[in-house]
């Protein structure tokens, strides 16, 4: 069984900056490939970030760019360094973790192992 702990959200400022963290219990932690999630206040959740556990990043379109995920599986957390925030980056942000997935992410939210409780990020303008 793997946990997954978000932190990091708050409110900022259009243009500014703020560091997300998920914290994952278990020992397997190197073996997961790691999603960002969010959703939007009234919208379906979707899809924002992605590192394999191979390493291989890969991104939204709506974030690329601004945003960057990475991973220290020493410390069992991964990263979603986010800059340039907008607006409507406004959303609750998850994290979801993959066992040995080469595939970035799936659509299907179902297929996900495990889930974090969400931390809230709002952007003033």
């Known amino acids: 069984q793997v946990q997954l702990v978000e932190s990091g959200g708050g409110l900022a400022q259009a243009g500014g900056s703020l560091r997300l963290s998920c914290l994952a219990s278990g020992r397997t932690f190197s073996s997961y490939t790691m999603n960002w999630f969010r959703q939007p206040p009234g919208k379906e959740r979707e899809f924002v970030a992605s590192i394999i556990w191979n390493g291989g990043t890969f991104y939204a379109d709506s974030v690329k760019g601004r945003f960057t995920i990475s991973r220290d599986n020493a410390k069992n957390t991964v990263y979603l360094q986010m800059n340039t925030l907008k607006p409507e980056d406004t959303a609750v942000y998850y994290c979801?973790?993959?066992?040995?997935?080469?595939?970035?992410?799936?659509?299907?939210?179902?297929?996900?192992?495990?889930w974090g409780q969400g931390t809230q990020v709002t952007v003033s303008s």
């Open positions: 979801a973790a993959l066992y040995k997935s080469i595939v970035p992410y799936y659509d299907d939210l179902d297929l996900y192992d495990y």
